[in-house]
């Protein structure tokens, strides 16, 4: 069983920035964020490989956001710049194995986080 605690949301103005933290309690092959705002479907945002650090990005953030991680601390991290009123969301830290990577296939997370709230106002 793999905890997954996430911080750092909160509210801002439309162009600002925020960093989402996710503290895993043990390693896995593949780290991620996804986003699901009210009323849509759950989605995928981006991948690290924890070993390798190789990201993936769905291109509605890319240019935007930047995943990394401490394999130190065993946290990934998401920077968030240049925020849109459209990035608002409830944003989870997912982990699983290495199909996740470059892939952000729902079905392949083996874990999730709780969730932390984002909102991008206008």
């Known amino acids: 069983q793999v905890q997954l605690v996430e911080s750092g949301g909160g509210s801002v103005q439309a162009g600002g920035s925020l960093r989402l933290s996710c503290a895993a309690s043990?390693?896995?092959?593949?780290m991620a964020w996804f986003r699901q705002a009210p009323g849509k479907e759950r989605e995928g945002v981006a991948t690290?490989?924890?070993?390798?650090?190789?990201?993936y990005y769905v291109d509605s953030v890319k240019g935007r956001f930047i995943i990394s991680r401490d394999l130190a601390k065993n946290t990934v991290y998401l920077q968030m710049n240049n925020l849109k009123p459209e990035d608002t969301a409830m944003y989870y830290c997912a982990a699983g194995l290495g199909l996740l990577c470059g892939t952000l296939d729902l079905g392949a997370v083996a874990y999730w986080g709780q969730g932390t709230q984002v909102t991008v106002s206008s």
């Open positions: 043990k390693y896995s092959t593949c």
């Open positions: 690290v490989g924890t070993i390798s650090g190789s990201t």
